[in-house]
């Protein structure tokens, strides 16, 4: 009885790498998983996830299987050695030092490209389109035709953002009231719009497609509905559109001057 | 509260031999304050200990009624909510989403400030900290007492701050300006966002009241023999948590003071110029709102360590005592609670990789936070070493020790995928940090204190907790523990964010209602399976099979003492001749050697031998 | 048994143990090392508020010079001399008490408290004279502007139809030219045309800088000269127009902010004092004297960082 006691609680213990590595094995399936990535650097983001996966997942493994080894082995009641009465070791402890040392030191160093490229290597050229959060939506200012921002002809829009594919985009993130966080889960990019901040972010589309602009910082009550749509399109698509929305621009602004 | 009336009873019920004196002159007032002196204006370190932990499980119990309740939204967005959902509800029985931001603020708040750090410092702190060094009590008793009252206005402070126009705080925990400094920015940012303040606040000033009283005592009034490394790992933990609380929690005070003028003085130190919100334009301005996020992180991200340090340690007690063995790696068990607290100090801004820092900052914090992973994996490995070879027996506390060991593997893992600052741009603010607190915290933290409150229930009560139950309580609270949590990591691997009350709008995460489903009915288990827990705990204070002194023959100095222990603690002087760990010596007939037991030959040489 | 097996804490039964016997620690009395590790969080405190300010200054865009918010850099070293002298005083108290010269312990002592109370005269002094110059801690009760706006040109219209003020400027009108000073002259010419400027409909932002220097001139960059070369509040003390004082608002929070919360300190340390006083300051008073010291040198030292941190940078 108490023999099985002890195999119950150490398979109990056994369950829990079994199960985990089976969540994350069939997640995919089930589409529970990275949402498809339609952008240049979102791979680099992935093959990190996947290289921190595979990383901690050997980890996780190793440890909790050692665990419930030492639970199974050294149960009292089916013990038949002696207890080993040791305080430490000095070079278990100077391996396990180093050797966790020498791995996380290569993934800072590993990562750090990366993170340059998407948050420091800012591409060179005006800003494509000004995106400003407030409570609760997206809104968005596009140049216009003098292709500089902050000019009255400045196209204004709310949470429909349509950019080209397959060239750079620079985004000037703004915040009027309080934090948000501008999130395209499958552009890979997240940062938070500060009040009295201009932010750049960065990136480069390369599918055609419609996808969400979530908000992913607590801005209030109406956070949850904060959700805007980005259309990435071709550049002649994407020219007609803002053509489009120009002269719908005009028209009401020649209604309003009307009245 | 329940505690006191039993403890009432007691008084009167117990036979009272050595009390007789009392008795002598029977007046009532003199009894009422006899009674108020010893049960609640207490300054016995023990009394304040338990005073800590019935409050501190009360509001566990409120915690997760309210955690509860966020599950209910996430899963079943605007549906009726079951029993409850006429007392709070606004439409019919259904939750509004403001309410739903309130009900996560103040499920982190009490969690955190009312219930983790209080019961790890607060209850077994002071419970703990003198008995186990050899002291009749805390240094100054009166400040200790001081200690737990000034948690009262803030338990007062929170608990009213539903009831208040616009109702509670609905910032997050982390109450971020300006969502939280500007009245007109939703409606928790009232009053509710106030009296936060204030809560937090008292709850700064009971535990800087608590942490220097603890490090006073540690280094003073240790028993003669008991040098600073023949300490238990409990007390290095206290100690050093003590010291993080003291140089830490001054500057989120401070903090809560500058915000705490920018609502309501009018001052804009987190306010920059020129910000309208809801229209309308604010007064003050020229301030930094990310200097809130510098100073709350500068404290709470030490405070992280402030709610696993104290549990690390009773669990590396716990574990050596079940499996009768000595501790591996004392030394470098007590040298990587430093370092954690040490790093715990750069690495804050781990926090704020996408919060418009300067990137070139986030990469100097990435690597500080990688390298806290260190001495975390140094600990991780000198547990898998003490139970390696030993002999274990499977006692609740022992089960639950364990499972923190198993538990905060995974909850330290996915720390690492954050820390990459390039995969925190695609999980920050996702349900994977989501995951990955509640592994370290409730999965982690909460399991040690699990693991405690059945192993020194009988040095509190006298009385043990029944076996059984505790296991059955382990079992089920192990399984949907999972079960709530395991999920969240695929959650947010797909990008799920938190704090939303309804995600399932976003094409994005529409498909991912039923998983959530699931996750709430494993949290509404795991709350149910807590009842077993309760009742054990209140039966066994009063019909628990008897304890003797040292009921799990364990080494230490507290259960050398009377259970539970008198005022002054121990009948005798404690003398220590050796380290806490002593188990299995070889050659010594039992196969534990008490701290104050006698130096004996075999011991030494078996000790000489080892090294 | 259906009570715990038996009850804890018998605190007023007089039921003790052994008086134990303690492992010697640091060599510090309880009372002393509690005392230190308190400052130590004091320190954390007064850290992260100096942190702010650094952060908040150093992140502004403009910034004013202490006189253009009316500080005093002779004031602030003087109240900076009394402090340390207070420190030097508790010293001597501790000294005499410790050689059992209670009377003298007693007269530095007092001499403390009243050195202390001395630099809360001089902060008070200095905080009323920035209220009289409109400078509050937080901007709705000021009359500080960040900018020559149009929020500004009507604030000073308001103010100038206030009708004591009104009053006050009719009976200024009304004095025969004689009976004033040179700059009371010029002041009322100024006082016309600033009224002009406000009132005119079609007024440029441009009017209204001129309008914000004529009342309070803000001495250029690099000029040392501590007077605003007469601006409309300093000929007319009662005229109390809003100013113009680019980051004058966040200077004002973070002023008051720190010298406030030093000045908390400071009474706290004068009520302890009070309570000596009322002791016999023999050899047994020594230890709490030495914990009353240490806490004023804290205090002490947190100020001699704040004066260069407000005055001289
Ligand atoms: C008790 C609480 C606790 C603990 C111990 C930790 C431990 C760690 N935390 Fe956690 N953290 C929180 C509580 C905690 N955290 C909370 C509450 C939040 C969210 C706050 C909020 O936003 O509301 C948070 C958020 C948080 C973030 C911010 C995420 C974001 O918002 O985007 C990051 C980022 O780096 C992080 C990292 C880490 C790391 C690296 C550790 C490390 O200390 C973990 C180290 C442990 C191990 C790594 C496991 C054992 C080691 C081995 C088995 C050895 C081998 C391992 C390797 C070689 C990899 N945490
Ligand atoms: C110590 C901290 C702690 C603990 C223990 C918990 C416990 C739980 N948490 Fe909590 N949680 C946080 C800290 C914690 N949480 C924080 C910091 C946040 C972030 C908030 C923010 O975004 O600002 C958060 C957010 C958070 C969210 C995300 C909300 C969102 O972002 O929208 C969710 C959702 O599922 C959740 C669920 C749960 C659940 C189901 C539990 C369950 O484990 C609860 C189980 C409860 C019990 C088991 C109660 C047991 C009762 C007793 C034992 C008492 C017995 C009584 C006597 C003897 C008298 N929590
Ligand atoms: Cu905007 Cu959340
Ligand atoms: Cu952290």
Known sequence: ????????????????PIFGVITFAVAPAYDIWLPKDVSEHGASVDGLFYFILWLTGGVFVVTEVALFWFIWKYDANNKKSEVKYRHGSHVLEVVWTIVPAAVLLFLAIYQMNTWADIKMRRPNMAPTVEVIGRQFEWRLRYPGRDGVLGTPDDLHLVNDLHLPIDEDILIQLKSMDVLHSFFLPNVRIKQDAVPGMKIPVWFKAREEGVFDIVCAELCGWGHYKMKGRVTFESRESFEKWLEVKYQEQEATQASNAET | MSTVETKTTSVQDAPQKQETHVHAQPSSARKLSTFLSTYVFSKDHKVIGLQFLFSTLLWFLIG??????????????????????????????????????????MHATVMIFLVIIPILAGAFGNFLIPLMIGADDMAFPTLNMLSYWFMWPAFIAFGASFFVEGGAASSGWTSYPTLSTNVNSSPGAGWGQTLWLIGLTFVGVSSMLGSVNYMTTIILMRAPGMTMFRLPMTIWAMFITAVLQAFALPVLTAAGFMQLADRSLGTGFFTPEGNIVNNAIATAGGGQPLLWQHLFWFYSHPAVYIMILPAMGMVSDILTCFARKPLFGYRPMVYSVAGIAGLGFIVWGHHMFMSGMNPALGTTFMVSTMMIALPSAVKTFNWLGTIWAGRIQFTTSMLFALSFVSMFIIGGLSGIFMAATPVDIFIHDTYFIVAHFHYVLFAGTAMGVWAAIYFWF?????????????????????????????????????????????????????????????????????????IIFAVNFFWSMFYGPVAGRNPWNSNTLEWTAPSPPGHGNFDFQPIVHRGPYEYSVPGVESDHLMQTDPPNAAATAAAAAAH | MNAPAASIGHESHGHHGPVLQYQPGLPLSRGKLIMWLFLSTEIMFFAALLGSYVVLRFGAAVWPKPHHVHLSEPIGAFNTFVLICSSVTVVLALEAARANKRSLAKSWMLLTLILGSLFLGVKAY??????????????PRGRIYERPDLYYGSAVRARLSDPAILAKIKELDGRPENELSDAELTGRRRLKQVKDMVNNPDQQAFDLAVVADQIMPLPGEGSDSHD?????????????????????????????????????????????????LLYELGPAAAGMIENAGLYWHFVDLVWIFLFPLLYLF
Not at chain 2, 484 to 491: A, G, K, N, Q, V
Request: aromatic share 20%; glycine share 10%; charged share 10%.
């Open chain 1, 1 to 16: 009885m108490k023999r099985l006691a002890g195999l119950f609680w150490s398979l109990l213990f056994l369950a829990v």
């Open chain 2, 64 to 105: 997760g009624l309210l955690a509860l309740a966020v599950r209910w939204q996430v899963a079943w967005p605007w549906s009726d909510v079951p029993v409850v959902g006429k007392l709070f509800a606004q439409q019919g029985g259904q939750m509004a989403p403001e309410f739903y931001t309130m009900l996560f603020t």
């Open chain 2, 458 to 530: 009988p040095k509190m009560f006298g009385r043990t907790m029944n076996e059984f139950w505790g296991k059955v309580h382990f079992f089920l609270t192990f399984i949907f523990l999972n079960g709530t949590f395991f999920t969240m990591h695929i959650l947010g691997a797909v990008g799920f964010p938190r704090r939303l009350a309804d995600a399932y709008h976003y094409e994005t995460f529409h498909h991912l209602q039923p998983l959530n489903a699931f996750m709430t009915y494993c949290a509404i288990g795991m709350v149910a399976s807590q």
């Open chain 3, 126 to 139: 200095e905080y009323s004279s920035k209220f009289d110059h409109g400078i509050y801690p937080w901007a």
């Open chain 3, 228 to 276: 605003h070369g007469g601006g409309l509040n300093d000929t007319f003390a009662w005229l109390q127009l809003p100013a113009v004082i680019p980051g004058g608002n966040m200077w004002a929070s973070t002023y008051f902010f720190l010298t406030g919360f030093h000045a908390v300190h400071v009474i706290v340390g004068l009520i302890v004092f009070s309570i000596l």
